[in-house]
């Protein structure tokens, strides 16, 4: 799968002007060679394609990937806030393109370990202050049972990775042979 980034996006996927959000997009473009559509395009697949190398930034926060794509590939960063809607219609119909089930299971868990991490980060650690019965009501037990339980958490995201490398090495797209380079032999 290309990311040359130079190359109009709908000469190097002309098969996503067939039909779909990328195909209204592609077809509602006035602009010449369709260039402002093939840039949206690319913003789509730099920051949801699970191949990208922005795929592991953040989403939300100070350094998120939307923002870096917009601001430096598509030269406008207030872009993605007046379109949010439109941008995430185009996200989600590319995932449905392209992710199996097994990769839709894993974005999802990637997801919830991220909502984990976050709510870890941002709980304060605290014994907590006596309530009307004299019980200490704080975060103690409950962050020290997820952070007892991160192991689990962790190995059931391997597992769901290793299943989803191993799908991706024993077919290809249109059920094509992979040359001894692409197996990764050569």
């Known amino acids: 799968m290309s990311f040359e980034t130079g190359d109009n996006f709908w000469m190097v996927h002309p098969e996503l002007k067939a039909a779909g959000a990328l195909a ?5 473009d006035k602009t010449r060679g369709k260039d402002q559509s093939s840039r949206i ?3 789509v697949k730099l920051i949801w394609d699970r191949k990208s190398i922005y795929y592991g930034l953040p989403e939300t926060g ?3 990937k939307i923002n870096l794509v917009f601001e430096d590939f598509f030269g406008d960063a207030k872009y993605y806030g007046k379109n949010t809607d439109k941008i995430l219609a185009l996200r989600d119909f590319y995932i449905k393109l392209y992710d199996t ?3 839709r299971s894993l974005r999802n868990l990637e997801k919830k370990m991220q909502e984990r991490d976050d709510f870890l980060r941002d709980t304060p650690y605290d014994m ?3 309530g009307d019965r004299g019980y200490l009501y704080g975060t103690v037990d409950t962050l020290d049972k997820m952070m007892a339980n991160t192991k689990k958490f962790y190995d059931q995201y391997e597992e769901s990775r290793k299943a989803v490398e191993q799908e991706e090495q024993q077919s290809t797209k249109g059920d094509v042979t992979q040359s001894l380079s692409d ?3 050569l």
């Open 24 to 28: 209204d997009l592609h077809r509602k």
């Open 41 to 43: 395009a690319w913003c």
């Open 62 to 64: 100070p350094d998120n």
């Open 101 to 103: 089930p097994a990769i």
């Open 128 to 130: 907590g202050e006596r």
């Open 183 to 185: 197996q990764g032999k």
